[in-house]
T-cell receptor, first 115, second 115 residues
Framework: ETGVTQTPRHLVMGMTNKKSLKCEQHLGHNAMYWYKQSAKKPLELMFVYSLEERVENNSVPSRFSPECPNSSHLFLHLHTLQPEDSALYLC??????????????FGSGTQLSVL | AQSVAQPEDQVNVAEGNPLTVKCTYSVSGNPYLFWYVQYPNRGLQFLLKYITGDNLVKGSYGFEAEFNKSQTSFHLKKPSALVSDSALYFCAVRRPGAGSYQLTFGKGTKLSVIP
């Protein structure tokens, strides 16, 4: 285990549903990330939080809404998603944003299917 | 802009043979380079990184990678492959400096080690 826990592992939702993905890290890290992993595509960085403050929003549609209530928890709230949003959503953490050499610790992801 | 290319979608190697997974990058300035591995139904795990210094970097599970600045490459290698090395491997690049937390991943290379 990497110390980053994501729930649920699998989620099936309709386009009109509202759901949330949860991520918890037990590593005492200060930075947390959401990535989207689609088949045969590079990982896409969605959001970055440092000390509970959002520092990056990579042109993500507003139907994805992140929340970071404290440095250990990160949520991704989903509403009115599209079928093309079906993917594996990965949460990651690092000690700090720092100057670039930090390694990321990933959770196992939530496999999302939008019907 | 920074980018990573992993030219092979899949690499097959016999158990006990040496393996190489290729990666080339494009970034302004001196890069920070990473390799991550993803086992089925799991998140990504850090293998190794190059920040500065010796061009040959040693990492987890007997893997190593060689930084070649003139060829802008960072190929992953292992002298003797194991069946348990079968997984998806991602190369990533990051531009050093505060605020440069955008880690750009390649599309991944699926490694299959044949018994």
């Amino acid at each position: 285990e990497t110390g980053v826990t994501q729930t649920p592992r699998h989620l099936v939702m309709g386009m009109t549903n509202k759901k949330s993905l949860k991520c918890e890290q037990h590593l005492g890290h200060n930075a947390m990330y959401w990535y989207k992993q689609s088949a045969k595509k590079p990982l896409e960085l969605m959001f970055v939080y440092s000390l509970e403050e959002r520092v990056e929003n990579n042109s993500v549609p507003s139907r994805f809404s992140p929340e970071c209530p404290n440095s250990s928890h990160l949520f991704l709230h989903l509403h009115t998603l599209q079928p093309e949003d079906s993917a594996l959503y990965l949460c990651a953490s690092s000690q700090d944003l720092g100057a670039g050499g930090e390694k990321l610790f990933f959770g196992s992801g939530t496999q999302l299917s939008v019907l | 802009a920074q980018s990573v290319a992993q030219p092979e979608d899949q690499v097959n190697v016999a158990e006990g043979n040496p393996l190489t997974v290729k990666c080339t990058y494009s970034v302004s300035g001196n890069p920070y380079l990473f390799w991550y591995v993803q086992y089925p139904n799991r998140g990504l795990q850090f293998l190794l990184k190059y920040i500065t210094g010796d061009n040959l970097v040693k990492g987890s599970y007997g893997f190593e990678a060689e930084f070649n600045k003139s060829q802008t490459s960072f190929h992953l290698k292992k002298p003797s492959a194991l069946v348990s090395d079968s997984a998806l491997y991602f190369c990533a690049v990051r531009r050093p400096g505060a605020g440069s937390y955008q880690l750009t991943f390649g599309k991944g290379t699926k490694l299959s080690v044949i018994p």
